[in-house]
């Protein structure tokens, strides 16, 4: 991975921490990499052209399927937008 593609990857990673889900609180109650592990899926998503909602039902699948938590459908949308617009897209819901 180029320079640009390791800084919009640590972008996406501070987010990520941001958005929380569980709610570590990651680096102070738990490892600050909790999401990272995330962070390659949705970079190449956005880098797909993935919409606005496209990215926040990844959020949703995330949040529902792999950690087994109620939905925020709000939050996982105000996530997307600020993932897109981080990484320069125009936001498209």
């Known amino acids: 991975m180029n320079k640009k ?9 501070e987010i990520l921490r941001r958005w929380d889900p ?17 962070a ?9 052209g993935a919409s606005v909602r496209e990215l926040a039902e990844y959020l949703a699948k995330i949040r529902g399927e792999m950690m087994e938590l109620a939905p925020d459908p709000e939050r996982d ?9 981080a990484l ?3 936001a498209d819901d």
Request: charged share 20%; no cysteine.
């Open 5 to 13: 593609g390791r800084r919009a990857l640590h972008v996406v990673e």
């Open 22 to 38: 569980i709610g570590v609180r990651p680096g102070v109650l738990a490892p600050a990499d909790e999401y990272d592990g995330y």
């Open 40 to 48: 390659g899926a949705i970079l190449s998503l956005v880098a797909g």
């Open 77 to 85: 949308l105000a996530t997307a937008r600020e993932i897109i617009a």
């Open 88 to 90: 320069g897209r125009q």
